[in-house]
């Protein structure tokens, strides 16, 4: 991840945007994010489906990149440590949606949706 992020933060140098505001990297993600989602937009693939269209996948590497590229973008610029805060973030939803509950959930139901929701709501009003 920091050979990564060393190469984010001289892309940045190199064409003096080291100062971004966070607020525009953030505009950003959010705008990619949703060249990402239109890609969806009228259509509901499944995975399999998905990766049999070259085409599609193509597009979906290059809005992935822009998203990915951005939010590296503001993890560099932050000082944060990128790596860390992926894997406290992973730590922190496998405490709050076990993999075994999920699992159980998906073969009982055909889906975990309901166990999501209420794990979610739960959280929320913990404030958590």
Not at 11 to 31: E, M, N, Q, V
Not at 55 to 69: P, R, W
């Amino acid at each position: 991840m920091r050979t990564i992020e060393k190469l984010v933060l001289k892309h940045l140098r190199d064409r003096g945007w080291d100062k971004l505001r966070p607020s525009d990297l953030a505009k950003s993600i959010s705008i990619e994010a949703a060249e990402l989602l239109e890609l969806f937009q009228w259509v509901s693939v499944t995975l399999e489906e998905t990766k049999k269209d070259k085409g599609k996948i193509k597009a979906i590497k290059n809005e992935l990149a822009d998203v990915l590229i951005y939010c590296l973008e503001m993890s560099v610029l932050l000082g944060l440590d990128t790596e860390k805060i992926v894997k406290t973030k992973l730590a922190y939803v496998a405490k709050k949606y076990p993999a075994k509950l999920m699992k159980k959930r998906q073969v009982e139901a055909g889906s975990d949706s309901d166990v999501y929701w209420k794990i979610k709501k739960a959280y929320r009003m913990k404030g958590l």
